[in-house]
Nanobody, 121 residues
């Protein structure tokens, strides 16, 4: 069982930055993909960013392109999401995810507990 623990959420004013981190219980290279989803109550969850540890290829949802950056740490157990120029509409619960096969064609298998991000105007 893969465990994912997020940290770094909080409250920030519009235009500010936050860095989310996700500590994995396994070497990130053992996963096909890792990333971040977010969800607002009453709305569908949204893929924010995905990284493929084997190639370091990254892909972003439309909402985060140009503002968010996903990365893997050198310790091989952490995936981070740097969020800049935050907007009130970025307010959501952010979840770290991982899967051995796919993060996009179906919901990822492993999810963290989530960390809340709140952006005020």
């Amino acid at each position: 069982q893969v465990q994912l623990v997020e940290s770094g959420g909080g409250s920030v004013q519009a235009g500010g930055s936050l860095r989310l981190s996700c500590a994995a219980s396994v070497d990130t290279s053992s996963m096909y993909c890792m990333g971040w989803f977010r969800q607002v109550p009453g709305k569908e969850r949204e893929g924010v960013a995905i990284i493929y540890p084997g190639t370091a290829y990254t892909t972003y949802g439309d909402s985060g392109k140009g503002r968010f950056t996903i990365s893997l740490s050198n310790d091989k157990n952490t995936v981070s999401l740097q969020m800049n120029s935050l907007k009130p509409e970025d307010t959501a619960m952010y979840y770290c995810v991982a899967d051995s096969n796919s993060c996009r064609s179906r919901p990822p298998r492993y999810w963290g507990q989530g960390t809340q991000v709140t952006v005020s105007s």
